[in-house]
């Protein structure tokens, strides 16, 4: 059973399982009904966590803003960003005709710790002012007015680096369209209320002067003023050596990228999931029976009932999908995760023991991507020379084998049983007198057989033929016993009439692109990554034989069209928000200021994942994308500080040092809170965590560290481009 496109899979799927419950009763005695694969499940498990994570965030980030800000009214009134932004994008979704998926939950899960963010910029202005005794309403306009700009070049900044992903084609874009929708209307929502509402409630809840602190309260208190004062104390370092700052930066960045260039961070398109179903397919050797067949998947049904991993297996013996009697699927349910050995791990000894019965070959298919064969790596041979292919196909596989890379490798190159090839000898039947139309219907009555008649039983008629019973009909021995009579009337044996010739045949002949082609797959070992087997594969192309050429398809063409369109969005994001923050600041230069901050970021998130032991992924990627636009947030708010102090009058110098000790606690808190939102995610809790966690790992990792380097080197980079300026005019 397969849902309708734009259906709700879990919704279809509880629905069948209602009808079946009303079948059973009406079943007749000794047959029964049940579900043999349900894939719906672990989705509603995967929403499920999605949600748990998404509260989770809420509280964490509650409680940063309270311990920050020290007073439960102005904590209360940050918070209320959150509903409001969530409740508006939920809007948003249902009136786009969206669904909450685990994209668009994992999205809110993640906007938790950004909604909050001008929110938080707004009330600790507002604080600051009131704290020396101004009045509420006098501090909530003047704090809202201060921090208006900056906050609004921070939320378009995001909204900016979401834009390409919104408008990727294919498969990503198909996948990242809601998640890019929903990150960009609740950010876009957070901005409103935290301009509007915000200052509004401020103005009538809060209190003039410091609000009191509790022992904890006071316990931070202190830790952030011994912070603030080790911070005064090395900025000024840092601005006289803003060029020994920026080098180490940008050292710092070259070590990521070569980080991530090297085999120690693995590349693939999507992470691998236990998501408790296994997959297998099985085949024997060409050309052997059903019945052979069926015997094989017996002894496998034999040792999967004796598994205690197994909940239930499902068979389907021969031509399922197009395949031949020689093969098999099956279809394996795991028992829930605990208490039972992974998914992964499992799939390593299924692997291991079904392929010792001999003449067995079992591939456990891990669907990595979509349009693919379930294998990770996925090319085709192509060109016109049926036997060049075939003789490059052998030496790419047996490259392979030897590479360490690889395995289940396999190809769609397969002879089938021998054919016995009967061409009619035109000489010695014209002197025989037997023509050779006599000479074909007698072998295509004997061995196919003839309908003779039609046999009725009520109301179906079933068709009679006749041919030689299967001990007659063997070898090509049997042809010396077939008799065809002569223009004489003699009967002549078939043997002297034709020539015979047994040959293994190919079972089917693949082109793809006007060309013949023979598909070569395969799996990565346990560590490697699909990244690294796509790069040995290319590299092969210098060793294929002229007028063969290699294609990528499956898993490896999404492969590549992941990297393609992030690659993409990566530069788009970088211009668009370059474009948007030359246009809020008036200057070409402050951007660049602004955006200094990206290499740290994506420095954190390739250390996180290396060291977290995940793969660069599309999840992950889109983790580094949403920390392009959160991190920029620190850079605006320094360099917009920063820009009132030189409009007063001060030197560049001593604008952003009254910058960073003016900005600290806000910079610190919105970090504080993004982290704490993907805290939750980070620790991988549940059905789906393979996806969310790399994301909210790659955010976690770029977050801390861009946060703590920017406080030094966005002022370095800001005196630095201050001077070429100056020297320019």
Request: charged share 15%; glycine share 10%; hydrophobic share 50%.
């Amino acid at each position: 059973m397969k849902k309708q496109i734009g259906e709700n899979a879990v919704s279809v799927a509880d629905a069948a399982k209602h009808t079946i419950e009303a079948i059973r009763p009406t079943l007749p005695k000794g047959m029964e009904l049940s579900v043999n694969y349900d894939g719906a499940s672990y989705i509603a498990a995967s929403v499920r966590e999605t949600e748990f994570e998404f509260l989770l965030s809420v509280a964490l980030t509650s409680l940063v803003c309270w311990l920050f800000l020290g007073s439960l009214r102005a904590a209360f009134n940050i918070i209320l960003a959150i509903p409001m932004s969530v409740f508006g994008t939920v809007a948003v979704l249902y009136f786009c005709g969206f669904t909450l998926n685990t994209f668009t939950l994992l999205a809110l899960a993640l906007a938790i710790g950004v909604v909050v963010d001008d929110a938080i910029m707004v009330q600790e202005n507002i604080s600051r002012h009131a704290e020396t005794g101004m009045a509420v309403r006098r501090a909530a306009s003047l704090g809202t007015r201060e921090i208006r700009f900056a906050a609004l070049a921070a939320t378009v900044a995001v909204i900016a680096i979401f834009l390409p992903v919104v408008f990727m084609p294919g498969i990503i874009g198909q996948f990242f369209l809601q998640f890019g929708v929903a990150l960009s209307v609740a950010v876009g929502i957070s901005y409103l209320e935290a301009v509007t509402l915000a200052p509004a409630r401020c103005a009538q809840f809060m209190v003039p002067g410091r609000p009191e602190r509790g022992r904890l309260g006071t316990a931070v208190d202190a830790a952030f003023a011994r912070l603030a004062r080790g911070y005064r104390r090395l900025l000024p370092w840092s601005l006289r050596h803003p060029v020994k700052m920026v080098l180490g930066s940008l050292l710092i960045f070259a070590g990521a990228i070569a980080l991530m260039a090297s085999p120690l961070l693995r590349k693939e398109a999507t992470p691998q999931v236990d998501d408790g179903v296994l997959f297998v397919r099985y085949e024997t050797q060409a050309g052997a029976s059903l019945h052979e067949m069926d015997g094989l998947m017996r002894r496998v049904e034999a040792w999967m009932a004796a598994r205690p991993e197994i909940q239930r297996s499902y068979t389907i013996v021969g031509g399922f999908g197009g395949t031949g009697v020689n093969t098999a699927v099956q279809f394996v349910t795991l028992t829930p995760p605990r208490g039972r050995m992974g998914k992964f791990a499992f799939k390593d000894v299924v692997t291991e023991q079904l392929n010792a019965i001999p003449g067995l070959k079992a591939v456990v298919q891990e669907n990595p991507g979509p349009g693919s064969r379930g294998y990770t790596v996925e090319y085709s041979l192509r060109g016109n020379e049926w036997d060049g292919l075939v003789s490059a196909s052998e030496a790419l596989t047996a490259r392979m084998a030897d590479s360490g890379l690889f395995r289940d490798i396999d190809t769609d190159y397969q002879l089938g049983r021998p054919e016995l090839a009967v061409r009619p000898d035109r000489e010695r039947c014209a002197d025989l007198g037997v023509p050779v139309a006599d000479v074909a219907a007698a072998v295509n009555i004997l061995v196919g057989g003839v309908k003779v008649g039609k046999f009725s039983q009520g109301s179906r008629r079933v068709d009679i033929r006749a041919r030689l019973l299967d001990a007659d009909r063997l070898t090509p021995d049997d042809l010396a016993t077939y008799r065809v009579r002569a223009a004489s009337g003699a009967l002549v044996p078939l043997s002297e009439l034709v020539r015979s010739e047994e040959r293994a045949v190919l079972q089917q002949i693949t082109r793809k692109d006007h060309n013949r082609a023979i598909s070569v797959f395969a799996n990565m070992v346990p560590g490697k990554g699909q990244g690294e087997g796509l790069a040995w594969m290319q590299a092969q192309t210098t060793q294929l034989p002229g007028g063969v050429a290699l294609a990528e398809e499956g898993a490896s063409a999404y492969f590549r069209e992941v990297l393609v369109g992030f690659a993409t969005a990566f530069v788009l994001g970088i211009v668009f928000a370059w474009m948007i923050l030359a246009a809020q600041f008036n200057s070409l230069i402050h951007p660049f200021t602004v955006l200094s901050i990206l290499p740290l970021a994506i420095a954190g998130a390739a250390f996180s994942l290396a060291i977290g032991g995940f793969s660069l992924n599309i999840f992950s990627f889109i983790g580094v994308l949403l920390l392009m636009g959160l991190v920029k947030k620190n850079s605006i708010i320094l360099v917009d500080y920063a820009e009132r102090g030189r409009a007063a009058g001060l030197s560049a110098g001593w604008a952003i040092l009254r910058a960073g000790s003016v900005r600290l606690r806000p910079i610190l808190m919105t970090s504080c809170a993004t982290a704490a939102a993907a805290v939750p995610v980070s620790f991988g809790l549940g059905a789906g965590t393979e996806l969310r966690q790399p994301m909210a790992v790659a955010v976690l990792g770029g977050v801390i560290l861009s946060t703590v380097l920017s406080l030094f080197v966005v002022p370095a980079c800001y005196v630095i481009l201050d001077r070429l300026r100056r020297q320019r005019t």
